[in-house]
């Protein structure tokens, strides 16, 4: 019969589902169709910048490490953030792949591991610029603020979503508690500009729990007054803040591309 297909028996064969297909139940296939495609997009967008803009940014800093006896090649930051990326979207999407419970109890893990590795940086970590802030394993480095970040993410949101579970647990706190411990460590390094960012990843989770406005304006205030504090008092943030605000001179694009990588 016309538009059927059969097998040298006459048996009918059984046609595959398209790849990528509403119907393809692959690994591949049930991924494709349960991600959040437009976000990958974003995400893949955005490391694309990064890109661009560490290789815009890579011949200056190789210039500034690079002397007589050494010297960097001028893309020398651009490959090397090629080589994470490479290894990063993989890891990405293999997660990405995992079951919600799996994925969720290896973030937790991993979130712990790097704690622990953050705290160990003020003991075992590489000192450059007067600060210690990378572990070094030979000839790699890594900065173990850097890997807890999307792990701390994933255990902010997981402590948050206990209060569905237990009205009377104290979330907030806990949440609170967790992101000092990370500001603590991070300011003995001391990385003013982590603490921040880490700071503002709290803030900005708790702020779509359904929190009044009363207590967020409180955080809000409280946050105001310690960054004020910090400019005033710790003269790490106050250079780090006046290099953010009034960063100017001869060397103004050189640091600026120092800043970027």
């Known amino acids: 019969m016309a538009g059927s297909s059969a097998s040298s028996n006459g048996t009918p064969k059984r046609q595959r589902p398209p790849r990528l297909g509403r119907s393809d139940q692959s690994t591949i296939g ?27 940014a890579s011949p200056a800093s190789a210039h ?8 960097l090649a001028p893309l020398h930051y651009f490959w090397r953030q090629l ?23 290896v973030a937790l893990t991993l979130a712990g591991i790097f704690l622990l590795c953050l705290a160990a940086v003020p003991l075992i970590g590489v000192e450059a610029n007067g600060a210690r802030r990378w572990i070094g394993f030979g000839f790699a480095q890594f900065q173990p603020s850097e890997f807890l970040k999307p792990f701390f993410v994933v255990a902010i949101a997981w402590l948050l979503s206990l209060k569905a579970q237990d009205e009377s647990l104290p979330v907030l706190p806990l949440s609170f508690a967790l992101t000092g411990v990370v500001a603590g460590l991070l300011m003995m390094q001391p990385d003013f500009g982590q603490t921040i960012i880490f700071a503002s990843i709290w803030f900005a989770m708790i702020m779509v729990t359904g929190l009044s406005w009363r207590i967020i304006g409180m955080l809000a205030g409280g946050g ?10 710790y003269p790490v943030a106050t250079q780090r803040i006046n290099n953010f605000l009034f960063q100017s001179g001869d060397t103004y694009q050189t640091d600026s591309a120092h800043a970027t990588i």
């Open 224 to 233: 105001a007054v310690g960054i004020t504090s910090a400019y005033l008092f």
């Open 83 to 105: 080589l994470w990326v490479c290894l990063g979207v993989p890891v990405m999407i293999g997660i990405s792949m995992m079951p919600q419970q799996l994925a969720r109890r």
């Open 30 to 56: 049930l991924w494709f169709w349960e991600i959040d495609r437009m976000l990958l997009l974003l995400v893949l967008i955005l490391i694309s910048i990064g890109l661009i803009a560490v290789a815009a």
């Open 64 to 71: 500034r490490y690079s002397d007589v006896s050494f010297q």
